[in-house]
C-alpha cells in the first residue's frame, strides 16, 4: 500500500495514450476502498490482511 501510488502513476505512462492525471488521481483514490475491504475481510475472518490480499488477486487473475 506504501508504494502503490507510485506505481499507478508511473504505470499510468503505458496506457494508451500516455499519462493522464485525472486517471491517476482516480485510481489512487480508489486504494481507500480497496484498502477498506481487504482490511474488514481480514478482521472478519481473523485472517492476515496480506493472506486476504493474495486471495484478491488470485480471484481477479483467474478470471481473465
Known amino acids: 500500500l506504501a508504494n502503490a501510488?507510485?506505481?499507478i502513476n508511473v504505470?499510468?505512462?503505458l496506457n494508451n495514450g500516455g499519462?493522464?492525471?485525472k486517471r491517476v488521481i482516480a485510481n489512487i483514490h480508489r486504494l481507500?476502498?480497496?484498502f477498506n475491504s481487504l482490511y474488514?475481510?481480514?478482521t472478519e475472518s481473523g485472517q492476515n490482511i496480506?493472506?486476504?490480499a493474495e486471495?484478491?488477486?488470485a480471484k481477479k487473475?483467474?478470471?481473465q
Open 32 to 34: 481507500k476502498k480497496v
Open 40 to 42: 474488514n475481510k481480514s
Open 5 to 7: 501510488g507510485g506505481l
Open 11 to 13: 504505470a499510468d505512462e
Open 55 to 57: 486471495q484478491e488477486m
Open 19 to 21: 499519462y493522464n492525471n
Open 61 to 63: 487473475v483467474n478470471r
Open 50 to 52: 496480506h493472506a486476504i
